[in-house]
């Protein structure tokens, strides 16, 4: 089974803070997606990774950036967190693009900026 | 641009008794259309999806969903549904632009199961 993980399922954190959100897959995906999940507006694409040291800004990446330096990993960096990124961030990854493939999600990561 | 809307936020059902989520779609060509469901405290699941071929499509968990392009929907259904269905439920639709692959989700409806 594809497994994605995600570092923490909560985390705490107070306004201008540097946060590092943490994701893994473990079956050698090509892609990679960062999305929020906030009430009422589903899942926002915030970045995704096509490959290695590659991105792509998504429907909302203001506030946001990236890094994905191994396949297998890709880090979301909110550089100076502010309140209204107190959300609910999940990851996902899924194989090559050009012939659609399912997306797999990890458990999310519940984010809460004071 | 493509959009999914699903029209309700909310719904509460009896266990047994059958069930439809509604999912309307905007985009020009043929779509690549998906349910995902999440679980309490989970990511989300592929429940099923629809590329092309036979409009009605089947997918785990006994859910079934109906590509009806005329009505820009596909919505999904269950026949008798159980209390471990309750959860969020996620339409969406393959966007493509600048040569790259996005999945545009709707709102989520949640559903409620009374015993």
């Known amino acids: 089974d594809v497994k994605v993980t995600q570092s923490s399922r909560y985390l705490v954190k107070r306004t201008g803070e540097k946060v590092f959100l943490e994701c893994v897959q473990d079956?050698?995906?090509?892609?990679m997606f960062w999305y929020r999940q906030d009430p009422g507006l589903g899942l926002r694409l915030i970045y995704f990774?096509?490959?290695?040291?590659?991105?792509e800004k998504g429907d909302i990446p203001e506030g946001y950036s990236v890094s994905r330096e191994k396949k297998e990993r890709f880090s979301l960096i909110l550089e100076s967190a502010s309140t209204n990124q107190t959300s609910m961030y999940l990851c996902a990854s899924s194989t090559e693009h050009r012939n659609y493939n399912e997306q797999f999600f990890g458990p999310g990561t519940r984010l809460t900026v004071l | 641009a493509q959009s999914v809307t699903q029209p309700d936020i909310h719904i509460t059902v009896s266990e047994g008794a059958s069930l439809e989520l509604r999912c309307n779609y905007s985009?020009?060509?043929?779509?690549?259309l998906f349910w995902y469901v999440q679980s309490p405290g989970q990511g989300l699941q592929l429940l099923l999806k629809?590329?092309?071929?036979?409009?009605l499509v089947q997918g785990i968990k006994g859910f079934e969903a109906e590509f009806k392009r005329s009505q820009s929907s596909f919505n999904l259904r269950k026949p008798s549904v159980h209390w471990s269905d309750a959860a969020e439920y996620f339409c969406?639709?393959?966007?493509?632009?600048?040569?790259?692959?996005?999945?545009?989700f709707g709102a989520g409806t949640r559903l409620a199961v009374h015993p």
């Open positions: 969406a639709v393959v966007a493509f632009s600048g040569g790259y692959n996005k999945l545009i």
């Open positions: 985009y020009g060509a043929t779509p690549y």
């Open positions: 990774s096509y490959d290695v040291k590659m991105k």
């Open positions: 079956m050698d995906h090509e892609n």
């Open positions: 629809y590329f092309s071929g036979d409009t």
